[in-house]
C-alpha cells in the first residue's frame, strides 16, 4: 500500500495508472476509521482495479465554533485498518496543499445545502463540495463511494457530479451500525459511557417510526411528535431537525405516500448525532 503526501506525485499516479487502463476507485474520508469506513472500501474494491483513499480533516468544512481541533485522529491505526481491508493507496494531503495561500475558488450548491445538517452547519457543504471536487481533480477516479449515513452529503454529491459534467460513478454505500443500533461514527468517541446509551434513541426513533409506518401511518407530523418526545426524554439532548422529507429534493413531506426520508440530528451533550433511515409506505 502506497501512502501519498504530494497531490503532485498522486495526479502523477494516477494519470498512469488511468494510461494503463486501470479503473480507479476512491472513498474519500477524514479518517479514525471505524467499519463504516471499511465496508465502504470493500465496496469500491468490487468496482475498480485499484482503490484509492483520502484521509483529509477539511478545515473548510468545519465552522468557527464546531470540533476542527478536537476532531479525532489516528493515523497509524487508520493505515493499519486500510492495508488489512486492501487499499492500493492512501493519500494524505496537507491543510497548505489543499488549500495554499491565496486560495479563493469555491464550488456550492444553490438549494440541497438550505436543508437538514446545512441549516445549522452553514459552511458545511461549501466545505465539502470544495474539497471533493479537488480530491476528484487529483485522484482522478471512475468511481467513488460515499456513506449513506451523511445521507444529505450523497444526495449533493450526485447534483455536484450531475450538474458539472464530472464523469465519475457515484455509489451509496449502506449504513453500518453498532450491534445496538447506534450508527457509527468517528465523533462516537466523544461520547461518555452514559451519553453512549443515551445516543441509542436515535436509532430507536426510526425503529419507532418504521414501526408506525408499517401499521399504516401516514401523518409525517405524528411521526416527528413522537420521535420530538423520544429523543427529549432525555434532558442532555437537544434537537437539531427531525426532518421527514422527499430523499431527492429533501423538501419536507406532510403525508406518507412513497419512500420518505427520515434524519434526524442532535446535540447530546457537546457531540452532534445524526441518523436516517428511507420508510416506505406499505
Ligand atoms: N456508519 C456509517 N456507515 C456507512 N458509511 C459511513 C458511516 N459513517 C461514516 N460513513 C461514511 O464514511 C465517509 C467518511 O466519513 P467521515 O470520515 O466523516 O466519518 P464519520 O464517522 O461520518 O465521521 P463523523 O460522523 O464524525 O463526521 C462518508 O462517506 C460517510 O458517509
Ligand atoms: C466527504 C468528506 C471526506 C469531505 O471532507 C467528509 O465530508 C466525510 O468524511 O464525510
Ligand atoms: N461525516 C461528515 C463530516 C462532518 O460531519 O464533518
Known amino acids: 500500500m502506497d501512502v501519498i503526501g504530494s497531490i503532485h506525485e498522486m495526479q502523477s499516479l494516477s494519470d498512469s495508472l488511468r494510461q494503463k487502463g486501470k479503473r480507479i476507485a476512491f472513498v474519500p474520508t477524514m479518517g479514525f476509521l471505524h467499519d463504516g469506513h471499511l465496508s465502504l472500501m470493500r ?149 461518555s459511557e452514559e451519553e453512549r446509551t443515551e445516543g441509542l434513541r436515535l436509532s430507536q426513533s426510526l425503529a419507532k417510526a418504521r414501526a408506525m409506518v408499517a401499521g399504516g401511518e401516514t401523518d409525517t407530523s405524528a411521526i416527528r411528535a413522537m420521535a420530538e418526545a423520544h429523543l427529549t426524554g432525555c434532558p442532555a439532548i437537544s434537537v437539531d431537525y427531525i426532518s421527514l422529507c422527499d430523499p431527492e429534493t429533501l423538501d419536507e413531506t406532510a403525508t406518507i405516500t412513497g419512500p420518505t426520508l427520515m434524519a434526524l440530528a442532535v446535540m447530546l451533550g457537546k457531540t452532534r448525532l445524526i441518523d436516517n433511515t428511507v420508510l416506505v409506505p406499505q
Open 43 to 191: 465496496e469500491a474494491k468490487k468496482h475498480a482495479d485499484i482503490l484509492v483513499t483520502s484521509i483529509f480533516v477539511n478545515p473548510a468544512q468545519f465552522g468557527p465554533n464546531e470540533d476542527l481541533d478536537a476532531y479525532p485522529r489516528a493515523m497509524e491505526s487508520d493505515l493499519a485498518k486500510s492495508r488489512e481491508v486492501g487499499v492500493d493507496v492512501v493519500f494524505t494531503p496537507t491543510n497548505d496543499q489543499i488549500y495554499p495561500e491565496g486560495y479563493e475558488t469555491y464550488v456550492q450548491l444553490e438549494t440541497l445545502p438550505n436543508h437538514l445538517c446545512g441549516l445549522s452547519r452553514p459552511v458545511f457543504f461549501k466545505g465539502i463540495t470544495t474539497v471533493v471536487t479537488k480530491l476528484f481533480n487529483i485522484i482522478k477516479p471512475h468511481v467513488a463511494v460515499f456513506g449513506e449515513k451523511d445521507f444529505q452529503q450523497l444526495a449533493i454529491i450526485r447534483r455536484m457530479v450531475k450538474d458539472l459534467n464530472m464523469d465519475i460513478e457515484i455509489i451509496g454505500g449502506a449504513l453500518v451500525r453498532e450491534a445496538d443500533g447506534l450508527a457509527m461514527s468517528s465523533r462516537n468517541a466523544y461520547l
